[in-house]
């Protein structure tokens, strides 16, 4: 106990952090807490019967869901500003407070930021203490949301939720999961608050060890590496650690899945450095932070044997197919978000995982949780996310096919199978009738709740007059050029896309970095023209022909590129933990732009119209 307290306390010293009382306050019912309830195995089958009985009476549920968050925060400027009076029933709701976006609320979050709600409060009834930065990854520039103890809970609560589904299917003992997480940098805002990632609040917050402890799966790595502030040193290791304790490791996970391939594409550069420190049991001068240079050499011994069985594995694989499981004999799954903006990564988990089952973890977003995996079964591809009707109001705004057009939004239990939606949130962290911009699928009902399929971001990616592509089109574009590629043994590592306007005829121009020879030229024709005819909206095809768009252009990428992306997000605040590659990058966002450009090795132009 008195250990965590002082890690507690030296991280936030470390941080420059000076708590004010409130965070005090709270800090000394957590220790209270942690004291008192030492962390017991969950009850998987209590938590499947709660989320059985919620879902059945969804309706039911929501409403009274909805009244608790408008009771609690009715007081605030922003709920009194549009005149709900007291009333707490979704009719009212709905008739009083309009739909919003992030940006219609930035100025009330800033506001909390600068200190402003300490004593009248703007959007929460009890003080928000602590502020998320979203990923930020599609716009260059990260967001500010906020983030309380509810959402801490509600947090936790799909964690345990999905992990009782996933328990029943592929059961685990007392084991250890090599996760693959990150703190990213905190910071205090003009009020004094804790500003960071939305994973990062949720790592050092005490509740998550508690739960990880109680999901039987602990982390292999010691707190002082997944906050260290250098992620290359970080990522060394927590291989090093998993390593270590090879025969423990039951699941190997991460908050989306390119943060696994990222690991074991890294492990492939560095294995022979790692054999050499568990067989002299010394950590490689790489690890030059001193407080992940003493935390990991506590565990690191000289371990010849360790280091011979490794090698010899690792010699014996071809090409890195099946790495993980010769690596953890004892996995029993991958875990990970796996859909939306990851699908594009699970053909190389899969080659890491071998016959190993790949589970796509929930999905939510830094503003709050929306849904469970609750059919850990399904493949990646098929996954769908049950709506906890308790964690949150839900609203859905039907969307016709090019998702310009909107209809008045449906509430959680009106909505349709096989309709297309963008996700509208009621918090208890704040925010009311926001508009997430995600595009879902209602696939079918678990009870009364529906299962929605993740599908795109809203936001249109690629339009340069009448045409009409998202994310989603993007990637099946990728994904079919990519069949050709794959037929020369090659593969696209990662891709993005921009708009070139800098001729009088825009084109959509797609960067790929590929692993392997970038000497075929005719394949890579291929592939541009392969590319440019698989968008196949009737805008962009119709504009291609008239010659109103010009010339798909394809743009091979050095080796590296997009790890030095990541690295200039990370340099900019984002947490590893929650990158997500941008798929379109817009002018505004000159420095990402600027690599890119850099490090073309070749360039094509599609003769396909
Ligand atoms: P962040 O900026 O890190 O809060 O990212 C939140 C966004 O990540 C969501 O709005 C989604 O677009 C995406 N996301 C989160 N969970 C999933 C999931 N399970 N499947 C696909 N995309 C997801």
């Given at each position: 106990m008195i250990v965590l307290q002082s890690m507690e306390l030296s991280n936030e010293a470390a941080l420059g952090i000076v708590a004010t009382e409130r965070e005090r306050k709270r800090k000394r019912n957590d220790m209270v807490m942690l004291e008192e309830e030492v962390?017991?195995?969950?009850d998987t089958s209590e938590v499947i019967a709660e989320f059985d009985a919620r879902t059945k009476d969804a309706e039911r549920v929501q409403k009274e869901t909805l009244k608790k968050i408008l009771q609690e925060n009715g007081g605030t400027e922003y709920l009194k500003k549009w005149g709900l009076n007291g009333r707490t029933d979704p009719e009212s709701f709905k008739a009083c407070v309009p739909i919003v976006t992030h940006d219609d609320l930035d100025p009330y979050i800033q506001r909390i930021a600068d200190?402003?709600?300490?004593d009248s409060p703007i959007l929460t009834g009890k003080p928000i203490t602590t502020i998320s930065l979203s990923s930020g990854t599609t716009k260059g520039k990260p967001k500010f949301v906020p983030f309380n103890d509810e959402l801490m809970e509600t947090t936790m609560q799909i964690y345990k939720t999905s992990y009782s589904f996933r328990n029943r299917e592929f059961p685990i003992g007392n084991g250890k999961c090599l996760q693959f997480i990150y703190g990213s940098k905190q910071f205090k805002t003009k009020g004094g608050l804790a500003a960071g990632t939305a994973t990062t609040n949720v790592y050092r917050n005490p509740l998550f060890k508690k739960t990880m402890k109680a999901m039987q799966t602990p982390c292999c790595s010691p707190d002082e590496v997944i906050f260290g502030s250098d992620f290359h040193q970080s990522l060394y290791c927590h291989l090093l650690c998993g390593l270590i304790f090879r025969e423990e490791v039951q699941v190997i996970s991460s908050t989306f899945a390119h943060g696994i391939v990222h690991a074991f594409r890294t492990f492939e550069l560095v294995w022979e450095e790692l054999c050499a420190d568990i067989r002299e049991g010394v950590l490689s001068?790489?690890?030059?932070?001193p407080s992940i240079r003493s935390a990991v050499s506590r565990l690191l011994k000289p371990n010849p044997e360790l280091a011979d069985v490794i090698y010899s594995k690792c010699q014996g694989l071809s090409n890195w197919y099946g790495l993980i499981p010769e690596l953890?004999?004892?996995?029993r799954y991958i875990y990970g978000?796996?859909?939306?903006?990851?699908?594009?990564?699970l053909k190389k988990l899969r080659h890491y995982a071998g016959e190993l089952p790949l589970l796509s973890a929930d999905y939510g977003s830094s503003e709050g949780w929306i849904g469970a995996?609750?059919?850990?079964?399904?493949p990646p591809e098929l996954v769908t996310y049950a709506v906890l009707p308790d964690i949150g109001y839900f609203e859905f705004m039907p969307l016709k096919h090019d998702y310009l057009e909107e209809a008045k939004p449906v509430g959680l239990t009106e909505v349709k199978v096989g309709e297309e939606y963008e996700v509208v949130v009621t918090s208890?962290?704040?925010?009311?009738?926001?508009?997430?911009?995600d595009v879902v699928k209602v696939k079918g009902f678990y009870n009364s709740t529906p299962e929605l399929q993740f599908i795109c971001?809203?936001?249109?990616?690629?339009?340069?007059?009448i045409d009409k592509n998202t994310e989603k089109d993007l990637q099946l574009s990728v994904e079919a050029a990519g069949k050709i590629l794959a037929g020369e043994?090659?593969?696209?590592v990662d891709f993005t896309s921009s708009v070139d306007t800098?001729?009088?005829?825009a084109h959509y121009v797609i960067y790929w970095e590929i692993?392997?020879?970038?000497?075929?030229d005719e394949v890579l024709q291929e592939c541009c023209n392969c590319l440019d005819k698989s968008f196949n909206d009737a805008g962009y095809m119709s504009s291609r022909k008239v010659n109103t768009i010009g010339a798909l252009e394809l743009r091979i990428l050095k080796k590296g590129t997009f790890h030095k992306i990541l690295d200039h997000y990370v340099q900019m605040g984002a947490a590893v933990s929650q990158?997500?590659?941008?798929r379109c990058v817009p002018h505004s966002n000159s420095r990402v732009l600027e690599i890119l450009c850099n490090n073309v090795v070749k360039s094509y132009f599609s003769t396909a119209y």
């Open positions: 962390p017991v195995a969950l200190g402003d709600d300490e001068s790489r690890i030059s932070f953890f004999p004892n996995t978000i796996m859909t939306g903006s990851m699908e594009p990564y995996n609750v059919n850990p079964k399904l208890f962290a704040g925010l009311y009738r926001y508009r997430l911009g971001r809203r936001n249109l990616l690629l339009s340069i007059n043994k090659l593969e696209v800098s001729n009088d005829l692993n392997g020879e970038t000497s075929h990158f997500k590659t941008p």
